[in-house]
């Protein structure tokens, strides 16, 4: 379903296309958006999305936008459980009892991806000079924001992309948010996953991330309640639509 939002002047505000069913609850479209940014959702629980094929989207996605042939987009969705690794991945970082992973063009090392987790694949051109490490910190913006609207306070850890929480007496520092990002002709490709209510068991197969020294958690673990992917899907969506707000040269 296609809607267009528009501001009192009649001018395009954003668009919002539904590739599968609206989540439960509702979703982004009663919401008002950044004159000529566009969200697509490509599906949500039940109607978990295969990496393959987000991936072809997201390049698709991505050669229309370079072309000028779209604005800029965010790909929103759950993933069918997978594991992707980046460029940086080492060969003993990888599952030892033949989960399959997909390799990948971004940069980063392994994670995984699956139901419960909150994927964004923001596909935007930046303004030049290309500053990746700021775009890297609006990600990182973005769901911090979040957590903090639900409760949850999170920091940055030093030489480490991703969102935290801080160590505590019994815990060590988990992460809650993670980012891997690709440029190419100044436009960006994947993107950022928060975990809501997945399952944390992906962790005993690999190091995510490569980090031997932390854990990883979610919001429903740090507040002892369904905090759902429909639940946080409005409050990723305000919080993308601030900080991409006037990233590119326009």
Known sequence: MRRTHRARDGRSR???????????????????????????????????????????RQREVHAQVVAGELP?????????????????TEP?????????????????????????????????????PVDVVAHVRRLEDM?????????????????????????TDTRPERKIGAIGIRVSHEVTMHGFA?????????ADVVIPCGITDAGVTSLSKELGRDVTVAE????ATAHLERVLEGVAAR
């Open 14 to 56: 954003a668009e919002v296309v539904h590739k599968a069913p609206e989540p439960p609850g509702g979703g982004v479209s009663a919401r008002a958006y950044s004159d000529g940014m566009r969200f697509e959702h490509l599906g949500f629980a039940p109607d978990y999305v295969d990496y393959q094929q987000a991936w072809d």
């Open 92 to 128: 003993h970082e990888r599952p030892l009892d033949g989960t399959p992973v997909i390799d990948v063009d971004r940069g980063g090392k392994i994670t995984w991806h699956g139901p419960g987790q909150l994927v964004g694949y923001p596909i935007v051109r930046l303004a030049s």
């Open 194 to 202: 928060l975990n809501c209510d997945n399952d944390l068991g992906y």
């Open 232 to 235: 946080v899907l409005p409050l």
């Open 72 to 88: 800029d987009t965010v790909l929103l969705l759950e993933h069918a459980a997978v594991y992707t690794a980046g460029k940086r």
């Open 143 to 167: 769901m911090m924001a979040v957590c903090r609207d639900l409760g949850v306070e999170t920091m940055r850890v030093d030489g480490r992309s991703g969102v935290w929480l801080a160590a």
